[in-house]
């Protein structure tokens, strides 16, 4: 969250494939996304799994792309196709945004991105003290 991607990634790597719903595998994904690695980040996030994240990010995504244009909120719409949050159709969404240079584009990407660590830190401390 603070842009210390080495720390973050050797951490995430120590705790691989643990606990209830594998943050740690799920910070790793975030992490290669980020970097960008977006290759990495998909394998990362087919050993999430189904997170209960995602539900919580897939009622978020309409609300936040409201504040976009037109644009943007139609390529949003992708990353909840089917009724539930995609990762790996974010991490070509934000693939998308960094070669595209579309502010709002990346703009978007940036507060879904907030949000989903926000909501990622809530979930890895559920797991950590049930």
């Known amino acids: 969250m603070a842009d210390?991607?080495?720390?973050?990634?050797?951490?995430s790597?120590?705790?691989e494939g643990r606990g209830k719903n594998h943050a740690g595998?799920?910070?790793?994904?975030i992490n290669h996304r980020r970097e960008p690695d977006y290759g990495n980040a998909k394998y990362w996030f087919r050993h999430v799994g189904n997170h209960p994240l995602f539900s919580e990010l897939a009622s978020?995504?309409?609300t936040l792309a409201s504040e976009f244009p037109a644009g943007v909120q139609?390529?949003?719409q992708a990353v909840v196709e089917r009724g539930g949050f995609d990762?790996?159709?974010f991490v070509d969404l934000v693939s998308e945004a960094c070669r595209g240079g579309n502010g709002d584009l990346i703009r978007f990407c940036e507060r879904l991105?907030?949000?989903?660590m926000v909501g990622l830190m809530e979930w890895t401390l559920k797991d950590a003290t049930t």
């Open 87 to 89: 990762p790996f159709r």
């Open 4 to 11: 210390h991607l080495t720390p973050s990634h050797e951490h």
């Open 113 to 116: 991105q907030w949000i989903e």
């Open 60 to 62: 978020v995504v309409p």
């Open 74 to 76: 139609s390529k949003a």
């Open 13 to 15: 790597q120590s705790i």
């Open 25 to 29: 595998d799920y910070w790793h994904a």
